[in-house]
């Protein structure tokens, strides 16, 4: 009892960065559990790339591949260029069930990573800054016509397009319709409820997206465009306002 008083006196008074290293000591020492815990009470004040890439390592090792993913997709938008956030996402995805089916076209491949060269806080800042910038350049130009201020607010105003289609990119990735299957097997109904007929049989690690949702129940596309009735718990939404989890 005394030992169980200790522990929790600690967790409470322990700080974010500390819980994050405290469950790095437990990874290492294969207490993946415990590991777990303390690597979610550092989430709950501190969103940082490499605490959601050693969560979700530490999901992978448990066994909850979607769960995984999901954090690391949350490590890839935070840090969208360290290559072990990459390689872990790309060999989760290889390791679920339902695999894709058609390979990413080159150019399409090409054109993403040039338009997430920056993670996202960075590109919603530039954006901003750039636009303000750009306005003032004009601003400039009209108070006294001049080409340096032109050209100014020309260059300014390219560099903000790009930013601009930077973030419509990132949109996509980060949006809060975006979720994880995180059930080992699950039916997609046709309806919000188990006496509707299965559409869709989808397991877990696939990624879909949110279209609706009724009571309990989530109106989830997969990729492909085919969907249906799942309940909440059986997904977790990637990207969210406040961070919380769907629950049954």
Same mark, same amino acid.
């Given at each position: 009892?005394? +030992?169980?008083?200790? =522990?929790?006196?600690?967790?409470?008074?322990?700080?974010?960065?500390?819980?994050?290293? +405290?469950?790095?000591? *437990?990874?290492? *020492?294969?207490?993946?559990?415990?590991?777990?815990?303390?690597?979610?009470?550092?989430?709950? &004040?501190?969103?940082?790339?490499?605490?959601?890439?050693? &969560?979700?390592?530490?999901?992978?090792?448990?066994?909850? #591949?979607? %769960?995984? #993913?999901?954090?690391?997709? !949350? $490590?890839?938008?935070?840090? @969208?260029?360290?290559?072990?956030?990459?390689?872990?996402?790309?060999?989760?995805?290889?390791?679920?069930?339902?695999? $894709?089916?058609?390979?990413?076209? @080159?150019?399409?491949?090409?054109?993403?990573?040039? /338009? &997430?060269?920056? @993670?996202?806080?960075?590109? %919603?800042?530039?954006?901003?800054?750039?636009?303000?910038?750009?306005?003032?350049?004009?601003?400039?130009?009209?108070?006294?016509?001049? %080409?340096?201020?032109?050209?100014?607010? #020309?260059?300014?105003?390219?560099?903000? /397009?790009?930013?601009?289609?930077?973030?419509?990119?990132?949109?996509?990735?980060?949006?809060?319709?975006?979720?994880?299957?995180?059930? @080992?097997? /699950?039916?997609?109904?046709?309806?919000?409820?188990?006496?509707?007929?299965?559409? =869709? #049989?989808?397991?877990?690690?696939?990624?879909?997206?949110?279209?609706?949702? %009724?009571?309990?129940?989530?109106?989830?596309?997969?990729?492909?465009?085919?969907?249906?009735?799942?309940?909440?718990?059986?997904?977790? +939404?990637?990207?969210?306002?406040? !961070?919380?989890?769907?629950?049954?």
């Amino acid at each position: 009892m005394i +030992q169980f008083g200790l =522990v929790l006196v600690s967790l409470v008074s322990a700080t974010p960065v500390e819980f994050y290293n +405290q469950g790095n000591e *437990a990874y290492e *020492a294969a207490d993946y559990e415990h590991a777990l815990m303390l690597y979610d009470s550092a989430a709950v &004040r501190l969103s940082n790339a490499y605490l959601y890439y050693n &969560r979700g390592n530490t999901y992978f090792k448990l066994g909850e #591949i979607g %769960r995984a #993913i999901a954090d690391y997709l !949350k $490590a890839y938008v935070l840090d @969208p260029y360290d290559s072990d956030i990459a390689f872990n996402l790309s060999f989760a995805r290889a390791y679920r069930p339902d695999k $894709a089916l058609k390979l990413q076209n @080159p150019l399409v491949k090409f054109l993403t990573r040039f /338009l &997430r060269f920056l @993670p996202l806080a960075t590109v %919603r800042m530039l954006t901003g800054v750039l636009f303000f910038l750009a306005i003032a350049a004009l601003a400039m130009h009209f108070k006294g016509p001049s %080409r340096f201020w032109i050209w100014i607010a #020309i260059g300014l105003g390219i560099v903000c /397009l790009w930013t601009s289609a930077s973030w419509l990119s990132w949109s996509e990735v980060a949006s809060p319709k975006r979720a994880v299957i995180v059930v @080992p097997e /699950l039916f997609l109904r046709s309806g919000p409820g188990e006496s509707h007929k299965i559409l =869709v #049989i989808v397991h877990d690690g696939l990624e879909v997206t949110i279209r609706g949702r %009724r009571g309990q129940y989530l109106l989830l596309q997969v990729p492909g465009g085919q969907g249906g009735w799942a309940p909440a718990g059986s997904v977790e +939404q990637v990207f969210q306002k406040a !961070k919380t989890r769907y629950t049954k």
